[in-house]
């Protein structure tokens, strides 16, 4: 696949489906001529670093291809913090987790009874959810999206079957074009401990509350909670480790392993124990009460065997990969890129 | 940074966000001038270029389109050179609306000159 090939496919993924055909012909057919203006000057072939050069004048795909989408709202607070090329993705983002926050904080009103609960059980999360959102995206638009040698058209990737963009690595190869096969990208640390800081909120704020309304905490919930935070915090620290000891793939892999490990056993646990939240006096508790009891372990038990196969599948995966990985190579060849592999 | 300096700034920033206002208008007013005779995406930018309407790829191609979108540009895909290219060139809806474009223009520039004190031409 030759540079623009590449480039131009990479523009295509962020185009209206629509459009996508029309526009990468008209976009490579220009990037062609001014190769062939650029070699008839210089009387000769491009090198690739040149052909690189022109192709990082033109800047990032994904800002290409906001152009044509025609949306320019941007956040801006002085000057613009975060452009119009990464605004869909982020206003996403946002909504995805004030929804989350939404139904939580809907059945803390049902649950709880009181209207102030459940803002709290609202507001405080989203306020934390969109400061850290918010500062992860400005951090990606000025590390990949205005530094034009903060990617590099040589290995910039389409979201073709060639990468997977479910997975963290693959979205940062396709965001910045690098690939460190053998070291954990810095980009993927930071991203995983976003999210996990987020997911660390979430369960800290829903906590372990003495009563809420008429029912409480039942075992399924109160015996794992703690048990359930070390297994966060612990998460939560592979990818610290791993920002300041990118080349530690194999602790990565491993802690990964031993997370989900760790996850299947107290949700197994979890679910043995049953009962997510319990009626607090159930001689007093009405019919109704005590359906919505029923009904709230119901949908919850479903959710933690759910869960539960899902991470039983990752753990498999995980360790075939540990297996797989062998010794770990040594500290200098390990920062190597796509380029020498 | 002293005082003159923050004014300095904050005139250059002033500036160059109204001289982006105002040279939006007049790029989309080059375009379809141009246009009065057909050509394809990248030949049109070096002709405007060489012209003195700096402008890149990456607002001309989206602005081609918009100006399709709205009639008043028509685009045909043609292969020359071994490769597909896409020629464009004003629609009659087009030529109308240059016209009471160019004409708008002339005005204000009358206008301009006049309220600056400038001598009538």
């Known amino acids: 696949m030759t540079l623009v090939e590449r480039y131009v496919r990479a523009v295509r993924d962020f185009l209206p489906r629509g459009q996508q055909d029309d526009i990468t012909n008209e976009l490579a057919d220009s990037i062609q001529s001014r190769f062939e203006d650029e070699e008839v000057v210089r009387g000769r072939p491009l090198t690739e670093d040149e052909q690189v050069a022109i192709l990082r004048s033109l800047g990032h795909p994904m800002a290409v291809a906001a152009r044509y989408r025609g949306d320019d709202r941007s956040v801006r607070f002085g000057g613009q913090l975060i452009g119009p090329e990464l605004f869909p993705t982020y206003l996403t983002v946002l909504r995805i987790n004030l929804a989350i926050t939404l139904i939580i904080g809907a059945v803390s009103l049902i649950v709880g009874n009181s209207i102030w609960s459940a803002i709290a059980g609202v507001v405080v999360p989203f306020v934390i959810q969109f400061t850290i959102v918010t500062l992860l995206f400005i951090w990606v638009d000025r590390r990949w999206l205005r530094d034009p040698d903060g990617w590099d058209p040589r290995t910039v990737n389409s979201m073709g079957p060639d990468i997977d963009v479910s997975t963290l690595d693959g979205l940062a190869v396709q965001l910045i ?165 | 940074m002293s005082a003159v300096e923050t004014t300095a700034t904050n005139a250059d920033a002033a500036f160059e966000n109204l001289r982006l206002e105002l040279r939006r208008g007049a790029l989309v007013l080059a375009v379809l001038a141009r246009l009065g005779t057909e050509h394809y995406g990248y030949a049109l930018r070096k002709a405007l270029v060489d012209q003195g309407m700096d402008i890149d790829e990456n607002t001309l191609y989206p602005l081609l389109r918009r100006l399709e979108t709205q009639g008043l540009l028509d685009s045909t895909w043609r292969e020359t050179d071994s490769r597909p290219k896409r020629f464009y060139r004003l629609s009659a809806v087009g030529e109308e609306v240059l016209d009471r474009l160019l004409k708008q223009w002339r005005d204000l520039d009358t206008t301009i000159r006049r309220i600056n004190g400038e001598a009538s031409e």
């Open chain 1, 177 to 341: 074009g690098k690939q460190h096969t053998r070291a954990v990208a810095i980009t993927t640390s930071v991203l995983e401990i976003g999210l996990l800081a987020l997911a660390l909120t979430f369960w800290l704020a829903i906590g372990l509350p003495e009563q809420i309304g008429f029912v409480e905490p039942g075992p399924g919930w109160a015996d794992v909670w703690l048990a359930a935070t070390v297994v966060i915090l612990f998460a939560l620290a592979i990818p610290v480790v791993n920002l300041f000891r990118p080349t530690w793939t194999r602790f990565r892999v491993a802690g990964h392993a031993l997370t989900d490990i760790a996850s299947i056993a107290i949700l197994a646990v979890s679910l043995m124990l049953g009962s997510w939240v319990v009626l607090v006096d159930p001689a007093s508790a009405s019919a109704e009460q005590q359906d919505l009891v029923e009904l709230i372990n119901t949908i919850i038990r479903i959710s933690v065997a759910f869960t539960l196969v899902l991470t039983a599948i990752n753990a498999a995966l995980e360790i075939r990969r540990l297996v797989r990985i062998g010794r770990p190579r040594s500290e200098a060849a390990a920062v190597s890129n796509v380029k020498d592999t």
